[in-house]
């Protein structure tokens, strides 16, 4: 429930800047409660995920749309800020409630580039019932939305094409000096996010593997949660044969607040994404946290990561298939002087250019304008 781009970025910035927020979302029972700061959360229990017929059968029917909406109804707010493709086949009924509301429609992602490199791991029920409905109620609402927020520039001029209340508001992360410890480093590379077969895990390991076949023994902390144990067991085999098991940390899911003590401890942050359709689009947020905590990057050739790291001079894109590349930008910035020249450089360039404060006057922005219409 507590996302970070809703909770820590967006509600927290309308909380602070006077506007009363609460949020309706799913969850595994039915709750209502405040968060210490004000925060108001109404969870709704979902349907138990599956993808057998009867599930993805009940979803299209919008049983819990239907939840959702009524919940929402009841509050009559000014404004309802959706941030889940599925909400958009809700999204024209809600702007037909009796107090005339203003809808929002937030993506946070590539959806269509999603459905076209990730299908794959759908059945047909969940194609049939859930991809394909929401994805064609988003063509349909784009036009009817109030505003429109994309996370980043490909998307937010796709939209603009549709609907000229196009806003983009990049997910850039908080910048707090606070968070920055002068501690030991334990790990040599840090990666923080989703753990499947489409986030390049492997991609690390081979490139650890190199740089100890040069005999340089690298370590690295994997933070996050396996989403299939199947491709946990094939990682760690893999560690394994290569003999790399001293070499790799896995702490599994860590609390929001609590990641900054790996970045704190690590030295490079990695992302090396395969290339694909939805990867070349999306920007990263991890990439910011690693900035912020004077990590630089390692990263794919390909897309805003591409960009970043070479632009503001913080890093390496590289052909994440070429193991012995990835090595070589690994053991480059490893060499004391120099890593710690691209540290200073990370956080010079993090503190100017990528922090949520700019992203948040743009919000404020937008909202002010809207209430006033």
């Given at each position: 429930?507590?996302?970070?781009?809703?909770?820590?970025?967006?509600?927290?910035t309308l909380l602070t800047n006077g506007y009363e927020v609460l949020h309706i979302g799913y969850g595994n029972e039915d709750k209502h409660y405040f968060?210490?700061?004000?925060?108001?959360?109404?969870?709704?229990?979902?349907?138990?995920?599956?993808?057998?017929?009867?599930?993805?059968?009940?979803?299209?029917?919008?049983?819990?749309?239907?939840?959702?909406?009524?919940?929402?109804?009841?509050?009559?707010?000014?404004?309802?800020?959706?941030?889940?493709?599925?909400?958009?086949?809700?999204?024209?009924?809600?702007?037909?409630?009796?107090?005339?509301?203003?809808?929002?429609?937030?993506?946070?992602?590539?959806?269509?580039?999603?459905?076209?490199?990730?299908?794959?791991?759908?059945?047909?029920?969940?194609?049939?019932?859930?991809?394909?409905?929401?994805?064609?109620?988003?063509?349909?609402?784009?036009?009817?939305?109030?505003?429109?927020?994309?996370?980043?520039?490909?998307?937010?001029?796709?939209?603009?094409?549709?609907?000229?209340?196009?806003?983009?508001?990049?997910?850039?992360?908080?910048?707090?000096?606070?968070?920055?410890?002068?501690?030991?480093?334990?790990?040599?590379?840090?990666?923080?996010?989703?753990?499947?077969?489409?986030?390049?895990?492997?991609?690390?390991?081979?490139?650890?593997?190199?740089?100890?076949?040069?005999?340089?023994?690298?370590?690295?902390?994997?933070?996050?949660?396996?989403?299939?144990?199947?491709?946990?067991?094939?990682?760690?085999?893999?560690?394994?044969?290569?003999?790399?098991?001293?070499?790799?940390?896995?702490?599994?899911?860590?609390?929001?607040?609590?990641?900054?003590?790996?970045?704190?401890?690590?030295?490079?942050?990695?992302?090396?994404?395969?290339?694909?359709?939805?990867?070349?689009?999306?920007?990263?947020?991890?990439?910011?946290?690693?900035?912020?905590?004077?990590?630089?990057?390692?990263?794919?050739?390909?897309?805003?990561?591409?960009?970043?790291?070479?632009?503001?001079?913080?890093?390496?894109?590289?052909?994440?298939?070429?193991?012995?590349?990835?090595?070589?930008?690994?053991?480059?910035?490893?060499?004391?002087?120099?890593?710690?020249?691209?540290?200073?450089?990370?956080?010079?360039?993090?503190?100017?250019?990528?922090?949520?404060?700019?992203?948040?006057?743009?919000?404020?922005?937008?909202?002010?304008?809207?209430?006033?219409?």
């Amino acid at each position: 429930m507590l996302d970070g781009r809703i909770y820590n970025r967006e509600a927290k910035t309308l909380l602070t800047n006077g506007y009363e927020v609460l949020h309706i979302g799913y969850g595994n029972e039915d709750k209502h409660y405040f968060t210490e700061d004000g925060f108001e959360i109404i969870q709704l229990k979902k349907l138990k995920k599956g993808s057998s017929l009867k599930t993805t059968f009940q979803s299209f029917k919008q049983s819990f749309l239907t939840d959702i909406f009524d919940a929402a109804a009841k509050v009559k707010a000014d404004v309802y800020h959706l941030h889940d493709i599925e909400l958009c086949r809700i999204a024209s009924k809600l702007q037909q409630l009796p107090h005339k509301p203003k809808v929002i429609y937030d993506a946070h992602e590539p959806y269509l580039e999603n459905f076209l490199d990730f299908r794959k791991y759908h059945s047909l029920p969940q194609i049939l019932f859930n991809d394909i409905p929401a994805l064609l109620a988003e063509k349909r609402f784009l036009k009817k939305a109030d505003l429109l927020i994309a996370t980043e520039n490909n998307v937010g001029a796709r939209f603009a094409k549709t609907n000229p209340h196009t806003a983009v508001i990049h997910n850039y992360s908080y910048y707090n000096q606070s968070l920055i410890k002068p501690v030991a480093k334990k790990y040599d590379l840090v990666y923080s996010g989703s753990i499947n077969e489409e986030r390049g895990i492997e991609f690390i390991v081979d490139a650890v593997n190199e740089c100890k076949k040069r005999g340089v023994d690298v370590s690295c902390v994997i933070v996050g949660n396996f989403e299939t144990r199947n491709h946990e067991e094939s990682v760690k085999k893999k560690i394994a044969g290569y003999n790399l098991g001293p070499q790799f940390y896995f702490p599994g899911h860590v609390a929001f607040d609590d990641v900054d003590t790996f970045y704190n401890e690590s030295k490079i942050g990695v992302c090396l994404l395969p290339l694909n359709r939805t990867f070349k689009i999306t920007l990263h947020v991890k990439l910011f946290e690693y900035l912020h905590f004077g990590l630089p990057i390692i990263v794919s050739n390909f897309g805003h990561m591409k960009d970043i790291a070479e632009d503001d001079n913080v890093g390496f894109a590289v052909d994440p298939y070429d193991a012995s590349q990835v090595a070589d930008k690994i053991l480059y910035l490893l060499e004391a002087d120099r890593y710690q020249s691209y540290s200073s450089r990370c956080i010079e360039v993090a503190e100017s250019k990528y922090v949520w404060n700019i992203e948040a006057k743009k919000l404020l922005a937008v909202y002010k304008s809207l209430m006033k219409n």
